[in-house]
């Protein structure tokens, strides 16, 4: 992101529709996004799009057509991404407050946090239907025709009623006591006939009342705002909503915007909808840029009403909608159906499709971050053999660099071995704290590649070009993501440097290095090789990031494949160390930069050459297939048989030299799979070699310890 000389930052707060619509102007129209560091801060990387959530429930959409990528729409837009809970506000030092991690200070703040089910409806054992990612996870969940109870009585009751009948549950409504209430009284008995023409039965509370046993209940009775914006202190009204002027920024708070289910404009109230999300979002737009240079703001006059569509998912056959206007109530009719299905993909595609703040650059030619930016192999060997060459150091030097994970640097009073290992790379992702803490597992996975425990480590910062606060709030959260990793450990952080980046294109400037020291036991440290016969090999945990990242830069990679792969990395290894230890392992490295085949060369080599290329040997490594197939993170294949690799890759390709020597593969392989044995890997897992007859039992405690997909994926034989 370029840098802003005033180091003032926006916090989008919430995933929500305006939200969303912010994102894409601003992607469209880079000239349009207000001159400051902008970050959205939102629980998944995802946000359900509200009208396609009843298709969704029915089974007429996947949960991919009806999902809006926000990691997609921010990296278009230039903008940071979060992936966290918000738990509250500090309005006082002007803070949003987060769940498990370091608040965030803002300038000005934007809320579109939507709603959730109102927490005083009754049957407090019922699902609420929102948020909705649980709900649809239940949904997901129900393979038999069970009955359902549905506690409500608006539009949105009667949808997800309709819904769960055409996903083949037998749900029944139980209303207020007055029955339904859409608004109108037409409505009402149109929605009646509808529900009764799907086989749904609809009741007050008092003629349901101890009737529905131990069924599921699901509860869509009416929504709330979030509890923790009226307990930060901002006025709200009626169901907790924020209150607003018609400039959306909140009463006597001009510093915080406001849109969406959350909030109210408190002169002109309408109820919680979508539609009002998507059409205030022009006026955020403007607001925002405005409120940062101190122009006048724009007012906002919703209209007095908006159009509902509401689909009854196929519960009676083919798809219907019915349409509500004030009084008028309209339908079922499936070219009504037609036209709101029409308008829902719409929608999502003006999201998903267009231009990119990156002003026209290649996606797919942009090089890649984490540990694919490292040289390649060829390059970094070149300048090795270079430097223990006679005219490149002093004779008494002239010894062979240690070529294992972490440097022996010397020995403890006990006996114990001192390691020592630097690693570090330009950030992966937005979110300064989450790209600390992976820096740090990253980096760590040197020490534990050996044997050793972590005791402690150094930090360079490299942060962009922005105002001294904003620098201070970013190096914060960087180093915050750092202790995470090492506070559970009892490890310290013992000192650093930090630099600027002044020479640093935008979202390019934050970088982290780390020198990470530890110990381990005088009869533990695990070289790299050379691997023996009888030797199994057991990767602890999938491989394929370095495609993901690609691809996700190109935007080529799903939401869930890359949620998937950060949730993987961000797995601390450190246990595996003691794990690795009592079954007898005598080999191990971290497969990273150099890709799966690449590390193995390392592990294949004689003692002491640190070569990739393989030697002279009397062993031969038999590679299983199916076991590396099915240790590729999700999306991983499917983008390499797609043609996305990481700008590292190529150069990893001469490792795969070693399949027409010393390393077999017990079945062909595709190219996918070839392309992802050379796949470099950020936080990429353990690889460790331990006699074969021990490998059942260390695979079950590694299992047992979560790494699920800890697998065998090959032998060491003598030829």
Not at 602 to 625: F, I, K, S, V, Y
Request: aromatic share 4%.
């Amino acid at each position: 992101m370029a840098a802003d000389p005033e180091g003032q930052h926006l916090i989008l707060a919430g995933g929500g529709h305006s939200h969303a619509l912010l994102l894409r102007r601003w992607a469209m129209q880079p000239r349009q996004r207000p001159r400051a560091w902008i970050t959205l801060v939102s629980r998944s990387s995802t946000a359900l799009y509200s009208g396609m959530v009843p298709g969704l429930v029915a089974g007429l959409y996947s949960h991919q057509q009806g999902a809006i990528d926000l990691r997609h729409l921010a990296q278009q837009a230039g903008v940071n991404l979060i992936v966290a809970e918000i738990s509250g506000l500090d309005l006082d030092g002007q803070r949003l407050l987060l769940q498990g991690r370091p608040p965030l200070r803002f300038d000005w703040l934007s809320l579109d946090v939507g709603a959730e089910t109102n927490s005083e409806a009754p049957a407090t054992a019922a699902l609420p239907v929102k948020p909705l990612e649980p709900f649809l996870s239940w949904c997901a969940q129900q393979q038999d025709t069970h009955a359902v109870r549905v506690l409500g009585s608006g539009a949105a009751a009667v949808e997800v009623a309709l819904a769960l009948r055409a996903r083949g549950l037998r749900p029944w409504l139980q209303t207020h006591a007055r029955g339904l209430d859409l608004g109108s009284i037409r409505a009402n008995k149109l929605l009646a006939r509808v529900l009764l023409e799907a086989g749904i039965v609809c009741q007050g509370s008092s003629a349901a009342e101890g009737a529905s046993g131990a069924m599921p209940t699901i509860a869509c009775t009416g929504s709330r705002a979030p509890h923790w914006l009226a307990g930060g202190g901002l006025p709200t009204g009626e169901r907790g909503r924020v209150q607003t002027a018609a400039t959306l920024q909140v009463l006597g708070r001009p510093a915080i915007f406001a849109t969406g289910d959350c909030a109210v404009i408190a002169a002109n109230p309408r109820p919680p909808s979508g539609v009002w999300a998507v059409r205030a979002a022009p006026v955020l737009a403007i607001n925002l840029q405005r409120a940062l240079t101190g122009r006048p703001l724009r007012r906002w006059r919703p209209q007095r009403r908006a159009l509902q569509l509401l689909g009854d998912g196929g519960a009676a056959g083919a798809p219907r909608a019915i349409a509500l206007w004030g009084p008028l109530a309209l339908g079922p009719s499936r070219w009504l159906w037609q036209i709101k299905d029409r308008i829902d993909r719409r929608f999502m595609a003006g999201l998903e499709s267009g231009g990119s703040a990156m002003a026209g650059a290649d996606a797919n030619a942009m090089a890649c971050r984490g540990c694919a930016a490292k040289v390649g192999a060829a390059t970094l060997e070149t300048a090795l053999q270079q430097l223990e060459s006679p005219g490149g150091r002093s004779q008494q030097a002239r010894q062979p660099l240690d070529q294992d994970d972490a440097a022996v640097v010397g020995s403890g009073p006990g006996g114990q071995w001192l390691l020592q290992s630097v690693d570090g790379f330009p950030a992966l992702v937005s979110d300064a704290w989450l790209n600390g803490r992976l820096t740090t597992l990253h980096a760590c996975s040197d020490l534990w590649a050996c044997g050793a425990q972590l005791e402690s480590a150094q930090a360079v910062v490299t942060l962009p070009v922005l105002g001294p606060r904003l620098q201070s709030d970013l190096l914060h959260q960087t180093l915050a993501g750092v202790r995470s990793v090492l506070d559970p450990l009892g490890a310290r952080l013992i000192g650093g440097h930090t630099l600027e980046a002044r020479d640093a294109i935008a979202g390019a400037g934050l970088s982290l290095v780390l020198t990470v020291n530890g110990s381990a036991p005088a009869g533990r440290l695990w070289p790299k090789g050379p691997l023996q016969p009888g030797d199994a090999l057991i990767l602890v945990r999938p491989i394929g990031t370095g495609v993901l990242f690609a691809a996700a830069m190109a935007g080529a990679a799903q939401a869930g494949w890359i949620d998937g792969a950060l949730a993987v990395m961000q797995q601390s290894q450190a246990p595996l160390v003691a794990l690795l230890a009592a079954h007898g392992c005598r080999a191990c490295t971290d497969i990273t930069g150099f890709g799966l085949l690449g590390h193995l060369g390392e592990m294949l080599a004689p003692a002491g050459d640190g070569a990739t290329t393989h030697q002279a040997t009397e062993t031969r490594l038999h590679l299983d297939t199916g076991a590396l197939a099915a240790l590729a993170l999700p999306g991983a294949l499917e983008l390499l048989g797609a043609g996305h690799a990481s700008t590292l890759a190529p150069a990893n390709g001469r490792a795969l030299t070693l399949l027409e020597g010393p390393v077999a593969l017990r079945e062909p392989a595709s190219a996918a799979l070839l392309q992802l044995l050379i796949d470099p890997q950020t936080c990429g897992p353990l690889l460790a070699a331990l006699p074969a007859t021990r490998a059942p039992k260390a695979l079950a405690a590694l299992h047992h310890l979560g790494f699920d997909q800890a697998a065998v994926i090959g032998q060491v034989m003598e030829l």
